[in-house]
Nanobody, 126 residues
């Protein structure tokens, strides 16, 4: 069974950090672009950050540039989203997704993917 499983979400104070992990099972992520998306209550899903299969291209939404980084460890079949300087407006359910044969811009801007995880809640609050 092909699965993406997110972990690492939780409650953090403003200015704090979290690292989200996205682990794949049933398939290898080597040939897939991976993206992190989020959806807050009452809002549309948005692409936060995407990374190409080759690790050579990344995309970040303007709202997270300079605060979030994305990385992948193909040996562990896992992708990470390091989130620093978190703000209350970062509160959302975060999803990881995988798509083959895509650019990071297309994947993140159009929120399209072949596989989606179930999501992990991130809450930034004092």
């Amino acid at each position: 069974q092909l699965q993406l499983v997110e972990s690492g979400g939780g409650l953090v104070q403003p200015g704090g950090s979290l690292r989200l992990s996205c682990a794949a099972s049933g398939f290898t992520l080597d040939y897939y672009a991976i993206g992190w998306f989020r959806q807050a209550p009452g809002k549309e899903r948005e692409g936060v950050s995407c990374i190409s299969s080759s690790d050579s291209s990344t995309y970040f939404a303007d709202s997270v540039k300079g605060r979030f980084t994305i990385s992948r460890d193909n040996a562990k079949n896992t992708v990470y989203l390091q989130m620093n300087s978190l703000k209350p407006e970062d509160t959302a359910v975060y999803y990881c997704a995988a798509r083959i044969y895509t650019t990071v811009q297309t994947m993140c801007l159009l929120s399209i993917a072949d596989y989606w995880g179930q999501g992990t809640q991130v809450t930034v609050s004092s």
